[in-house]
């Protein structure tokens, strides 16, 4: 596994790397699908996770909204007859942009709680990441929380027994945010203190350039592949995403470059929620094939949720 070493590129340079991979392998590639969902009372749901087995079926968690208000709910959402519907008596919560893990046979769900002015109902005075565990989502519970203003924060269970953590630590210095890592034995040291002291690691993001991690896969040599995101801001102040990856080893706390994974022309045109954020592609989570592909699930432009089949980009990190 090629450790990264030297400066960060910039978003512009990654996706123009981009770009060639695509130009080589041109008639391979395939179009993105919208998840259709209903049930919702017409407000949009983006920014899933992939779909994870509870009680014998697939139910993808979503966050849903209204079009102009960022007040979301994070609800799970089952298939049934091509569309995906909320799930009977499953719980509803006050959070955006879910995510799972399973840690030792548990469900650890999270998203971010987010607090609004008590004068101005739509300006958002900071937000933190909350957590749920139990071994069905009928029986989760709190049981931590991250820092304030840390979002991104994601749980992984090791090849030695031990809990992986990444997490967003922002600003780092001058720097506008950047992902960090740390270990911890149960999840009851998943502390605040734990999570603000998490080394971070270097040579990922430009000063002014921002990612995260969304999804954190232990692969066959004891390896995680990271699924995330890279972000910047052009001098219009339009917001680019862009679903990324890399390899991280958590022995020797070594990261590969970022490549970015896909591109929001790849994926069906749709709405926005707002212009700024028309090419904002989330990552939710990735489900590997085992024959070389993967799918990808992804919030498209603050408004759908979409999948995609691409080249597992993990397999490198295996070898």
Known sequence: MQASIGQAKS??????????????????????????????????????TAPFPDDGEQVIAGRVEDR????????????????????????VFDLQDPFVAFI???????????Y???????????WRT??????????????????????????????????GVFTRPMPVGDARAMIGYTDIGELEELTEDRLENADVIPGQFLKVEWGGGNEAHLLRNGRIGVLGHIACMDDGNIRHYYPMAFGFDPQS???????????????????????????????????????????????????????????DPFLEYEK
Not at 19 to 45: A, H, I, N, P, Y
Not at 104 to 114: H, N, Q, S, W
Not at 275 to 284: A, E, H, I, N, P
Request: aromatic letters at 10%; glycine letters at 12%.
């Open 11 to 48: 978003c512009a340079v990654l996706f123009e790397q981009f770009k060639q991979e695509r130009r080589e392998r041109r008639g391979k590639e395939v179009q993105g699908e919208k998840l259709t969902f209903s049930g919702v009372g017409g407000r949009d749901v983006y920014n899933i």
């Open 68 to 91: 102009s208000s960022e007040r979301s709910q994070v609800m799970f959402f089952v298939e049934r007859g091509g569309e995906w519907v909320p799930r009977s008596h499953a719980p």
């Open 104 to 114: 030792r046979g548990e469900l650890v769900f999270g998203g971010v709680e987010v």
């Open 116 to 126: 609004f002015d008590g004068e101005d109902p739509h300006y958002v005075t900071s």
């Open 130 to 163: 909350v957590f749920y565990r139990g071994y069905r989502i009928a029986d989760l519970q709190p049981f931590a929380k991250g820092p304030l203003t840390m979002k991104d924060i994601r749980l992984v269970e090791l090849k030695n027994g031990r809990i």
């Open 253 to 311: 706390r070594t990261a590969t470059p970022i490549r970015i994974i896909a591109s929001r022309d790849m994926f069906p045109d749709g709405p926005a929620k707002r212009l700024d954020l028309v090419d904002v592609l989330f990552s939710g989570g990735l489900v590997r094939h085992g024959d070389g592909t993967a799918t990808l699930y992804s919030g498209v432009s603050d408004a759908e949720a979409h999948r995609i089949e691409i080249e």
